[in-house]
């Protein structure tokens, strides 16, 4: 399960994730990336609560990534032990910015 809160500050998004981010629930999660994203200049992606990613979700985060690169920018927060790994594994450590 995933529960996903929005906030919108000033062209600033901010999505924090909490659960899982899998097949199941990637999808969810894209359609509400398409939603809100019009006017957006930085999206910042807070995965303090976020358990666990599956290719599904990292499939996501590329499409973020890329349609935040002509808007100003895209950045990942608050990342785990279990994420880190799992980007570092991937690449996504290279291509992402994590803070």
């Known amino acids: ?3 996903i809160s929005k906030n919108l ?3 600033k998004e ?3 994730l909490e ?3 899998d097949t199941v629930s990637s999808p969810e999660f ?3 990336l398409k939603g ?3 006017g957006v200049s930085e999206l910042v992606l807070d995965f303090e609560k976020l358990e666990y990613i599956s290719s599904a979700g990292l499939r996501v985060l590329l499409v973020a990534q890329k349609m935040m690169a002509d ?3 895209m950045k990942v927060t608050h990342v785990n032990e279990t994420i880190t790994e799992i980007f570092e594994v991937t690449g996504f450590s290279d291509i992402l910015t994590v803070e």
């Open 1 to 3: 399960m995933l529960n």
């Open 9 to 11: 500050t000033d062209g």
């Open 14 to 16: 901010t999505i924090t």
């Open 19 to 21: 659960g899982r981010l």
């Open 30 to 32: 894209e359609k509400e």
């Open 36 to 38: 809100s994203l019009d």
């Open 71 to 73: 808007k100003g920018g």
